[in-house]
């Protein structure tokens, strides 16, 4: 039980840094609530639910929610008061808020916490599946499914293809260095999901790999204010250990289907 205390403080702890983006500005709304948005969530879950069992499907759509109010609470704590969650983030005119964002620190910042924010729930449930495997089978079976739902979903999500998070903290944190680098970065990830998708025969590999390689004939507007080279050390930092953790929790799933 020492594992979940120490999950439940980690938690804690996240809803304390966070507070100023959970009690600022008005209530969230929901965007994409329409029939198109429920649709598309229709779908995700049965195919989720026909791959893997309903349990996989709504732990997906409970991680990805959390994942999207991540994002939300992002903004808010950078003073956007108008936000609205994502019900399906990559349609065009979905935005979280109707106020540009000013900086690429500021646009890192939102991106990386919609994973960010999941960590802390991911490491409760594998805390709670490992204490209550032996007196709560089901339970512990659930949250299970939920953890290695979750790493899955985010670890997908920070890789360096744009328009995921992880393509968009790529772009941000090369550009400090060298502008040039972000392309190569997308190259070289796309090339190497491609050839393995090709000896796997995994589709899944092969559509984000496509997915990526048309990415690189999008050119992303500069924000008017660059991040200096120390933030952009400490931004790769807090990239790089939430992609290992999502990506260690998640391996269960992604070693089936990519």
């Known amino acids: 039980m020492i594992s979940v205390f120490t999950a439940a403080i980690l938690c804690g702890a996240l809803l304390y840094a966070?507070?100023?983006?959970?009690?600022?500005?008005?209530?969230?709304?929901?965007?994409?609530?329409n029939g198109i948005g429920v649709v598309f969530v229709f779908i995700a879950f049965v195919f989720a639910?026909?791959?893997?069992?309903?349990?996989?499907?709504?732990?997906?759509?409970?991680?990805?929610?959390?994942?999207?109010?991540?994002?939300?609470?992002?903004?808010?704590?950078?003073?956007?008061?108008?936000?609205?969650?994502?019900?399906?983030?990559?349609?065009?005119?979905?935005?979280?808020?109707d106020k540009p964002l000013t900086?690429?620190?500021?646009?890192?910042?939102?991106a990386i916490m919609g994973p960010g924010l999941s960590l802390a729930p991911m490491v409760l449930a594998l805390a709670l599946s490992a204490a209550f495997s032996q007196s709560m089978p089901g339970f512990a079976v659930a949250m299970r499914v939920f953890a290695v739902t979750c790493g899955a979903l985010n670890f997908v999500n920070l890789l360096p293809i744009w328009p995921l998070d992880?393509?968009?903290?790529?772009?941000l944190a090369a550009a400090s260095f060298w502008p040039g680098l972000a392309p190569g970065i997308t190259i070289f990830m796309c090339s190497a999901l491609a050839m393995a998708g090709l000896r796997s025969g995994s589709v899944a590999l092969i559509i984000l790999a496509a997915i990526g390689a048309h990415s690189l004939l999008r050119k992303s507007e500069p924000l008017a204010q660059q991040m200096n080279a120390n933030n952009a050390l400490i931004a790769l930092a807090a990239y790089t250990f939430t992609f290992a953790a999502h990506f260690t929790s998640g391996w269960l799933l992604l070693e089936i289907y990519f």
Not at 55 to 60: A, D, H, R, T, W
Not at 103 to 110: I, L, M, Q, Y
């Open 18 to 33: 966070l507070r100023g983006g959970v009690i600022a500005g008005g209530p969230v709304s929901f965007s994409g609530f």
């Open 166 to 171: 992880g393509g968009r903290c790529a772009r």
């Open 103 to 110: 900086s690429e620190g500021e646009a890192f910042f939102v």
């Open 49 to 97: 639910a026909a791959l893997l069992g309903p349990s996989f499907g709504v732990s997906l759509l409970i991680s990805l929610f959390i994942h999207e109010l991540g994002h939300v609470l992002a903004y808010r704590m950078l003073g956007h008061t108008n936000t609205r969650i994502r019900m399906v983030p990559l349609l065009p005119g979905s935005e979280i808020s």
